[in-house]
Every structure is written in C-alpha cells, then in structure tokens.
C-alpha cells in the first residue's frame, strides 16, 4: 500500500489523481467532494474513473475487491466509525536497497534484474 503523507493543500489529492489515471483505480472520498476531486482531475487534463463518495459505497457496483485509492482517509474513516478518531497508527512502508539485500542474503545482484 502506497502511503501520501503531507500536510493540507500540500498536492496529496494531485498525486493520488495521477495514479488514478495511470492505474484506472476509482478514488474514494468523503461525502459531497467527489465532484471537486473529478474536476481537478479535468483541470490537470487526465481521465479518471468517476470518483466514488463513501455514502455510495455499499452501492452493487462497488461490492467487489477491486484495488480502490482513499483521499483523505482519516476523515472516510471518521465517516466509517460515526465518531473522531483521536490517534491512529500506520505501518511505515520498508525500504531496502538492493545492496542491503545482496548483503542480507548473499546474493551476487548481477545475476538478478531488479524491477521497479
């Protein structure tokens, strides 16, 4: 799971519309911003699946286990929970360097191909 972290009005939404371009991966929101997230989007002249506000989600058509990309995800799971969220905890991602791994492992890395 990839994870934006910025402050307000830092480009979280901007990157997560790029990646819905790229990935034609629907993007969920809170209520009532799914038109300002598709209009950025047409503003910044990349196609995205239409966004999907949480109050649709139990809707058919979302039931199913299709990756989706979440804008604002504290306040979707504000709306989840129907009370603030004082804390919360991530998982930071794990980064390792091929080096770390030819180390780790005793790997000569000049008999794999690394994709990224």
């Known amino acids: 799971m990839k994870r934006i972290i910025k402050s307000r009005s830092q480009g979280k939404t ?13 993007i969920l929101c809170v209520n009532n ?5 598709k209009e950025l989007a047409e503003k910044m002249d990349l196609k995205i699946p ?3 506000e949480y109050k649709h989600l139990c809707l058919r058509q979302y039931q199913d286990n299709k990756p989706i990309l979440v804008d604002n ?16 905890s991530v998982n ?21 191909e690394i994709v990224e």
């Open 33 to 37: 911003s799914s038109h300002l997230v």
């Open 73 to 88: 995800a504290e306040y979707v799971l504000q709306q989840i929970l129907r009370r603030p969220i004082y804390a919360l």
């Open 92 to 112: 930071k991602p794990i980064e390792i360097k091929k080096e770390e791994v030819a180390d780790r492992f005793c790997l000569n890395m000049d008999d794999f």
């Open 14 to 26: 901007y990157e997560l519309i790029k990646i819905s371009a790229k990935e034609q991966i629907p």
């Open 50 to 52: 239409h966004p999907i």
